[in-house]
């Protein structure tokens, strides 16, 4: 049973993820430090080039709005330590760079300006303090927690209302013999930290990464489950599963708008939000190819809102082998009846099997154009479909119940 300060997640479907920090000026991805074992001295010279001068937080929002988002994940401090907000608690921050610019705060204001849910990513581990396994230590390790617990009090207390906390980064703790959840929670004291988190920010959701449940969990680069409890995966725009998250200049291998719109289907089928990430260049520039992707399926979301925002999962759909629907279709119930997702579009017959409740009318999702049916055989055939897809991305059928 979802909490009342849970039921806005639920609907929205669809958020913003934004990777966005020090290593944009590099353009090697968020893990440039790591990957190429960047001393964190020499690594922090990189402040003395950041300096944005076209990030513009409300035409950020403004894009997110167009392209369908509900709310944004905004990346406070990724595992490099650099804060993007005005830290007290550690000088590696935005407001001591050139840019001199509280960005959480620029972020905060302008979501609430358009009607966005306000998201904060935080990592609670830091590569500044050692890299797991080769120079961490039980020492530095202390100092780490103790940094992470005043971050994020002082994310949770000085911008207003706060609507998610996304966690990441668990894992950059000083080597254990086991690296399970038990153990991510018990290093950083998730039960604690939480509890202060909750003190601060009653009615915010917190994802799993500390170790512990909470409110939602967070599949990365795969697909979830959102159908007894609250889920959200998250992708990049790269071509595999889990390609760079933060800016990388040279990135070829990418999804296409049939890659990402089968994603959305999919988390609409099985009610599981999608969060899709972009990663703005060190002038705070969003790729031109992620902004027209992005775009591209925002304008299909704007065709068919209903049949996104207003469905959930119908275990009435659902056959024996737990199928939904078939390889062309597959269904998610919403207002009167359910929603099917054509993507790759059948011949001029479909049948679709494990529909369960009488059916009254097909017809095409914002279109006159309706179908004649027969349901037979525990599911129902569609005929007359016409010979060319309704909408190239995605054609959208709504079944009527009787």
Not at 38 to 58: C, G, R, V
Not at 69 to 89: E, I, L, Q, R
Not at 180 to 195: I, P, R, T, Y
Not at 281 to 298: C, H, M, R, T, Y
Request: aromatic share 14%; hydrophobic share 35%; proline share 4%.
């Amino acid at each position: 049973m979802l909490q009342e300060y849970q039921k806005w997640f639920k609907q929205a479907k669809l958020g913003l993820f934004v990777h966005w920090g020090l290593y944009s000026v590099l353009g090697r991805g968020e893990w440039a430090m790591y990957h190429e074992r960047i001393p964190h001295e020499k690594y922090a010279e990189l402040a003395q080039k950041f300096q944005p001068q076209n990030f513009n937080m409300d035409s950020l929002c403004s894009f997110a709005r167009e392209c369908g988002m509900k709310y944004m994940v905004f990346t406070t401090c990724h595992h490099d330590g650099f804060a993007m907000f005005d830290s007290k608690a550690d000088p590696f921050n935005s407001m001591n760079s050139p840019a001199h610019r509280d960005f959480v705060a620029e972020y905060v204001d302008s979501c609430r300006r358009h009607g966005l849910k306000v998201g904060l990513y935080y990592s609670l581990g830091d590569w500044r303090f050692g890299i797991p396994k080769e120079t961490d230590s039980f020492e530095k390790s202390e100092k780490m927690r103790a940094l992470t617990f005043a971050q994020v009090r002082e994310l949770m207390t000085n911008y207003g209302k706060i609507d998610i906390l996304w966690y990441d980064g668990g894992w950059c703790y000083p080597s254990l013999v086991n690296h399970g959840k038990d153990d991510v929670a018990n290093f950083w004291h998730a039960q604690e930290l939480n509890a202060m988190v909750r003190s601060l920010q009653k009615d915010i959701l917190i994802n799993n990464r500390s170790g512990v449940p909470e409110d939602f969990s967070t599949p990365e680069g795969v697909s979830g489950s959102g159908q007894d409890h609250l889920c959200e995966a998250c992708f990049t725009l790269g071509g595999n599963s889990n390609a760079h998250w933060g800016y990388f200049k040279n990135e070829v291998y990418r999804k296409d708008e049939y890659h990402l719109m089968n994603l959305l289907v999919t988390a609409l089928h099985k009610e599981t939000n999608l969060l899709l990430n972009v990663g703005p260049d060190a002038n705070g520039v969003i790729p031109s190819w992620q902004k027209e992707l992005l775009q591209k399926i925002g304008e299909w979301v704007n065709r068919y809102p209903d049949a996104v925002y207003n469905v959930r999962y119908t275990p009435d759909v659902i056959g024996k082998n737990l199928n939904n629907g078939n390889q062309f279709c597959k269904l998610a119930a919403g207002g009167d009846g359910y929603y099917g997702y054509l993507i790759d579009y059948p011949e001029k017959e479909l049948f679709i099997p494990d529909v369960q409740k009488e059916i009254e009318s097909v017809h095409f999702a914002g279109t006159d154009i309706k179908l004649e049916f027969r349901q037979e055989r525990g599911g129902i055939h569609l005929m007359g479909l016409p010979e060319k897809p309704v909408d190239p991305l995605c054609s959208v059928l709504k079944f009527k119940l009787k």
